[in-house]
């Protein structure tokens, strides 16, 4: 297989996220991770766990836009929050904006009292961040979603639990950043954020310009690993064939 797409890249490099984890609940915001975990499930992972967002547990691994066709278990709210308050879970959550020291806002843009726009809300964010571990996605990299300092704060940055004490540090874990430009952790300068690698196509250049805050790199940059051809596969023929990737991601 060839002509591998922006979206596969991604996709392949938010199901790496989850190599050696077992035995979790592996929580998906958004199309490329949703497909990216269900990969690793079909790959490297086979142990997670998956749920319909619901309370169900999925005991297959269907195509995204279809309906799970065996349940493994059932997972109401109550046993959700205790399976997060027991660290057993990885989310990967979105952001509206994300900043260097991996603060999310999903609150609102602009003043708080009196925000220019109104966005989803607080939700759980803060309790996953301090709880297990935590992953981004980020479907457009740019500067209004890279940001210096976050307008308002929903998940917990490195800087933050470290300011909270160790109650908030004990299970806090920022793990990795994907975007469509590159890959993050927080390996950088007080666990700030630093360039793990750039996708296929993608200059340092680029990434600096599209990032509102200085990205520390160390050493040799690397490029993002391509899938192989079976998990190109899985992604365009079981997992993906109406390929909904391609409109979170455009080529």
Known sequence: MSDVSRAEVAITACSDLFR????????PAGIVPTIGIRLALLTHAPDLMISDGESTILGDVPAIDQPSAVTAGYLPYRELFELIATGRRHVVMGAAQLDRMGNQNLSAIGEHGKPKRQLLGTRAAATNTINHTTSYWIARHSRRSLVEKVDFVTGVGTDRARAAGAAALRFHRLHQVVTNLGVFDFSGPDASMALVSLHPGVSLDELNEATGFPVHTAGDISTTRLPDDR???LIRE?????????HEVPA
Do not use: H, T
């Open 20 to 27: 050696g984890q077992r035995e979790i609940l592996a929580s």
């Open 231 to 233: 998990e190109l596969q």
């Open 238 to 246: 079981v997992l993906d064939p109406l390929k909904r990737r391609e």
